[in-house]
């Protein structure tokens, strides 16, 4: 009987398992607040694995915001070797405009994003704020090539981001399945330690 009650312990865990181990794996999203004249934070360093978003809570009425990298300081992100976010809207009518956007995601998943970015963030109400953006190589990187680490406005083609509304914090989502795959295996366990005991 107790290797009945064994076996069906062992089996339920195997189950889990794949719950707990998505959850370990979830990556990383790091969000930055983009208000009026401000971001909150200003400056970014992650690592390679990460996502970052850029999402536009600055409400005011008409206010455009386009964040990227502008090699050449001349006011837009066409040039050879930029790369930007495009328009980033305070409120979207995703009814009537689908391709409207206030978050800007950025998935690093290559070592080729490795560098230090001056980002800049420009308004169609001629406002600017300067940012910064730093990617560093995860330490769990295998085969690193170190020479990356001190490259410089680095350019990427616009199909390594893409542009959609998302959660606030997906690390909430990820705590969310932890927390959940932690109670499931709790309760397997009371309850095969309560069906294991033997009745008097």
């Known amino acids: ?11 339920l865990l195997t189950a889990f398992t794949p719950f707990i ?10 969000t930055v607040i983009v208000r009026a004249g401000e971001h909150s934070p200003d400056s970014v360093s992650v690592v390679v694995g990460t996502t970052v978003q850029y999402k536009n809570v600055d ?3 008409n ?3 386009y964040i990227g990298f502008d090699g050449n300081g001349d006011g837009d992100f066409t040039d050879a070797g930029e790369f930007s976010s495009g328009p980033l809207n ?9 391709g409207c956007r206030v978050a800007w995601i950025i998935v690093i998943n290559s070592t080729d ?16 704020h300067n940012v910064s953006l730093e990617i560093k190589a995860d330490d769990h990187d295998e085969g690193h090539d170190d020479e990356h680490d001190e490259e410089e406005g680095h350019s990427h083609d616009d199909d390594h981001s893409t ?7 997906l690390s909430t989502e990820e705590l969310l399945q932890r927390g959940g795959a932690f109670f499931l295996l709790m309760a397997a366990f009371l309850v095969i330690s309560m069906l294991a005991r033997p009745r008097r």
Request: proline letters at 2%.
């Open 1 to 11: 009987m107790k290797r009945t009650w064994l076996a069906i312990t062992v089996i």
């Open 113 to 128: 994003y490795i560098g230090n970015y001056n980002l800049i963030d420009y308004t169609n109400t001629d406002e600017t």
């Open 59 to 61: 409400t005011r009425e």
């Open 90 to 98: 305070g409120t979207c009518d995703w009814e009537n405009d689908s």
């Open 21 to 30: 181990s998505t959850a370990a794996d979830s990556p990383t999203v790091f």
């Open 163 to 169: 542009s959609e509304e998302t959660a606030d914090e």
């Open 63 to 65: 206010v455009t915001h």
